[in-house]
């Protein structure tokens, strides 16, 4: 079996992410700013956060005597108080169920169905959407058979009549803090159930362990201390209760010093103004929420000056499409590649390397990888594309309450089939062709919805494109097919959109090989459905063609 890596580093396994909190991977006093928020204008140094989740933990434990290893849902905006609350968990020994406050009462209730929390502690100003999704949880949870007690709900941050509340029911004086827990051995003992993204089912529930983020911090800071240094300041509008923001500003930034300016909720106009304020070094953003401010103005009005990298993962993207945006400020494109299943991240580009379209960087320090042909476990040629599995660390050890995703996610012991379909370079480099899932077979070939929206994307007269497949009965295969959200300038008449439609159909095709050229047409859609990560859903999308289209 030919398995690629960048090296290996030392990765200890008795240390615990409370542990953590309290060491550094370079010399920061303990008044060192690592958070600051819009939600309740509060900020928070390295110091205060080691005491108030240590006091908190105190009161949670005093008060409520929670289970070791106890779950937790934790339905909290992007804040200081979602730092504090999610240490202190930790310190008592739980386990934090994440789940994004701004999803609608079904996606919420899933997510509780997910994670069957003892405890939830929720934003106090959107009590009643919790109280909803926690009858969404117990009808989906009744219907599965499983019975469920009804959790014990904290409010944090507005307090709610009638309900405990983290701020004032929970804090113990000062110099009371809970004793820091050690754990011989972290690689089992469960820190978080992260929810995925839901991109191709209903999300799962990650079960990532102490081990699993320790690792992954340690790796991601030996492989490129630079980029992540004491100065690094960040406005954050994605939430943190994905994985692709957690660990920054929870695990990265006590350890490394990095500071995050959180906001509660989508505002880019927010996001920039404040980003001029505090002289922000760094952006992010999956490629949905950088496009947007390639298109917009901000760069114009706000100060981006100390710019220094703009950050983009989460889903495929061309970018050249990102060309314009990255000469309106003196950042640099950084590509990342990770998923919640490895607690973070798999691969990041270096600050001081250039790497070729679609290259998203070099695996992180003590992961394994390996490419294999679909569904079979061998190997594929050198140089050929594969599906990616992955060992190391920092990977999960398997869905909660959910064996039969964990096996098929797990075709050998210790190697997670990540489902991406990858190629390595000889020099160790990964670029991410597509999703096996989402691959369209067109007779027997194999075409990448990614490649092809890239094409589309480039395309003058393109906002933003989907492609998948759809099925031709007559021929019996699967067809390349396009939803295209076209620019509004260009979307003022029908007779304008299919003539818009005709032109980007026949571009595509002219650049593509044969097997991959349009064959379901171009289709006209206002909007591309998404996930709250900002991923295409194909599924739903690959059912709206009764719309214009260049057929
Ligand atoms: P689900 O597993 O529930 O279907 P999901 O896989 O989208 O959802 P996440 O764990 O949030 O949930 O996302 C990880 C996936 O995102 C990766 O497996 C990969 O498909 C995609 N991804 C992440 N980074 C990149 C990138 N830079 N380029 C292309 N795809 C990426
Ligand atoms: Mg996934």
């Not at 827990?181 to 929810?195: E, F, G, K, Q």
């Not at 490129?224 to 692709?244: L, Y």
């Not at 031709?472 to 396009?482: C, I, V």
Request: charged letters at 20%; proline letters at 7%; glycine letters at 8%.
């Amino acid at each position: 079996m030919r398995i690629y890596s960048s090296g290996t580093i030392d990765i200890p396994r008795n240390v615990n992410l409370t542990e953590l909190l309290h060491k550094t991977g370079r010399p920061l006093p303990e008044s060192h700013l690592i958070a600051a928020d819009s939600l309740t204008n509060r900020s928070i140094t390295l110091g205060e956060l080691r005491d108030r989740a240590g006091r908190i933990a105190k009161a949670l434990h005093d008060k409520l005597q929670p289970q070791d290893q106890a779950r937790w849902a934790l339905i909290v905006p992007n804040s200081v108080d979602f730092l504090e609350i999610f240490h202190a968990i930790l310190w008592t020994g739980g386990i934090v169920a994440p789940i994004n406050w701004a999803l609608k009462d079904a996606e919420i209730g899933h997510g509780i169905a997910v994670s069957q929390p003892k405890y939830i502690v929720a934003y106090g100003a959107i009590m009643d959407l919790v109280n909803r999704a926690i009858r969404v949880a117990e009808k989906e949870l009744d219907a599965a058979g499983t019975t469920w007690q009804r959790p014990v709900v904290v409010s944090i941050v507005t307090p709610v009549p009638g309900l405990l509340h983290i701020g004032t029911d929970f804090l113990a004086p000062a110099g009371q803090r809970l004793p820091i827990p050690h754990y011989p051995d972290t690689s089992d003992r469960v820190a978080t159930i992260h929810l995925s993204s839901g991109t191709t089912g209903k999300p799962k529930g990650v079960q990532l362990t102490h081990l699993n983020y320790v690792a992954n911090v340690l790796q991601l800071f030996a492989h490129d201390p630079k980029q992540f240094h004491a100065g690094s300041r960040t406005v954050t509008i994605t939430p943190w209760a994905h994985i692709g923001m957690t660990t920054m500003p929870l695990f990265n930034a006590p350890y490394m010093g990095l500071f995050h300016h959180a906001m509660p909720s989508y505002n880019l106009e927010q996001m920039a103004a404040i980003a001029g304020s505090c002289q922000a070094t760094t952006f992010q953003g999956p490629p949905s929420v950088v496009l947007q401010m390639a298109r917009s103005d901000i760069t114009k009005r706000f100060d981006f000056s100390h710019a220094q990298t703009i950050t983009v993962g989460g889903a495929n993207f061309k970018s050249d499409v990102l060309d314009p945006l990255l000469k309106m400020a003196p950042w640099k494109l950084v590509q990342v590649y990770g998923m919640t299943e490895a607690a973070g991240y798999v691969a990041f580009q270096k600050l001081d390397e250039e790497v070729p379209q679609g290259v998203v960087g070099y695996l992180l320090p003590s992961i394994e990888a390996c490419l294999k042909k679909e569904g079979t476990g061998e190997d594929v040629p050198e140089g050929a594309a594969g599906e990616l599995w992955l060992r190391g660390p920092n990977i999960t050890k398997g869905y909660l309450f959910n064996s039969d995703a964990t096996r098929s996610a797990f075709p050998a012991p210790g190697w997670y089939n990540t489902g991406d379909v990858c190629k390595i370079d000889r020099l160790g480099r990964i670029s991410i062709v597509g999703r096996t899932k989402e691959l369209i077979k067109y007779k027997g070939f194999q075409v990448s919805p990614a490649e092809l929206e890239s094409y589309i994307n480039s395309h003058p007269a393109v906002s933003e494109s989907g492609v998948a497949a759809t099925w031709d009965e007559s021929q019996l295969t699967e067809l390349p097919t396009a939803w295209v959200v076209l620019k509004d300038e260009v979307a003022h008449s029908p007779a304008a959109i299919k003539s818009a439609l005709k032109d980007i159909h026949a571009s595509i095709d002219a650049q593509v090989s044969g097997y991959k050229k349009l064959r379901g047409g171009v289709w006209h859609i206002k909007a591309l459905p998404k996930n709250a990560t900002g991923k295409i859903l194909r599924k739903p999308m690959a059912a709206m063609r009764d719309v214009p289209s260049s057929l």
